[in-house]
């Protein structure tokens, strides 16, 4: 008796300690490039799943699709992962009934809309915070950032910004545009009125072309431009910020994975965006324009220009 005894306590305790089967997750790519690699490899380490299948879409949305088709079908996976725009697209599009998380994604809400339910995912976004925690470090004499962004792209961004900027006692100065042809006009019609110009991550303006013309306008007024990327900063601006990680991102986006496939629903788990950032300060631009950068701003980039 004693023996049965035993051995079902033995029994009983593998029960307990077998663990739950692995959720199957599918995983969808924009396109083979490192950075999207490299979200999925953070994606890989934040979550305890089994990615049981991952198709690589080449830029081509319509080849997503089929893939998507076939996922549905075949795969049944208990969630997707969506890694880049052309993905997110693609799922969007197709508005499917598995759970997706999405990463290295810029401007997520342009792509998702209003009816989609079960998406959820992390951004290339930076938080609006740190921006305007920028422009507000840079000293009293700003009080009004310039911004010029298209609505369908970035107006729930800039909404944000807008809020954040009243709550710190500056404003966000903005000009709305269609393409890229009206940014000469939406500067000149900014005239003296503002202290400082935002680049915002908007697709519309982001061309080098574009940002000649905002670094020539910053330059003439003798007020700081921000941009999105290093590469704005070794072009002329005084600043950029931009993600630093999309490692991090990818990391991000498993660990809202792990609260859906744990039980909740995606509607209920909030995105986010890029926790780790990337910050340069071009002093050569701080000097042409006459400014001072404090240590406060300094002792944070990531990266200077002597």
Do not use: C
């Not at 690699?37 to 953070?42: H, Q, S, T």
């Not at 998380?101 to 997520?108: F, K, Q, T, W």
């Not at 740190?130 to 909404?159: D, E, H, S, W, Y």
């Amino acid at each position: 008796m004693r023996k049965l005894l035993a051995l079902a306590l033995v029994l009983s305790g593998s029960l307990i300690a077998t663990p739950a089967a692995a959720a199957r997750v599918a995983v969808l790519m924009s396109a083979k490039v490192t950075e999207y690699e490299d979200a999925l490899r953070g994606f890989k380490e934040a979550t305890a799943h089994q990615i049981v299948a991952t198709y690589d879409m080449d830029g081509d949305v319509d080849r997503g699709r089929k893939y998507l088709a076939e996922i549905e079908a075949k795969v049944k996976p208990d969630l997707i992962f969506a890694v880049g725009s052309w993905a997110l697209q693609a799922v969007v599009g197709r508005q499917t009934s598995v759970p997706v998380v999405y990463a290295m994604v810029l401007n997520p809400p342009s792509i998702i809309g209003a009816d989609a339910r079960n998406v959820t995912g992390a951004s290339m976004n930076v938080p609006v915070e740190q921006p305007i925690r920028l422009f507000k470090q840079l000293g009293p004499q700003i009080k009004r950032i310039g911004v010029i962004f298209n609505r369908a792209r970035t107006g729930n961004l800039v909404r944000r910004a807008q809020a954040v900027a009243r709550d710190e006692d500056l404003e966000i100065v903005t000009r709305e545009i269609s393409s890229a042809k009206d940014v000469v006009a939406a500067l000149q019609s900014f005239q003296d009125g503002i202290d400082a110009l935002w680049i915002v991550p908007d697709e519309t303006v982001l061309s080098q072309a574009v940002v000649q013309e905002m670094l020539l306008f910053s330059y003439r007024r003798k007020i700081p431009l921000l941009g999105v990327s290093d590469r704005h900063a070794q072009m002329g601006a005084l600043f950029a910020l931009s993600f630093a990680s999309g490692e991090d991102i990818g990391r991000q986006a498993g660990e809202l994975a792990q609260a859906i496939l744990g039980g909740r629903a995606a509607a209920d788990v909030p995105s986010t965006n890029a926790r780790k950032l990337f910050l340069t300060v071009n002093l050569k631009a701080a000097q042409k324009l006459g400014l001072e950068v404090p240590p406060a701003i300094l002792g944070r980039a990531t990266n200077v220009i002597q």
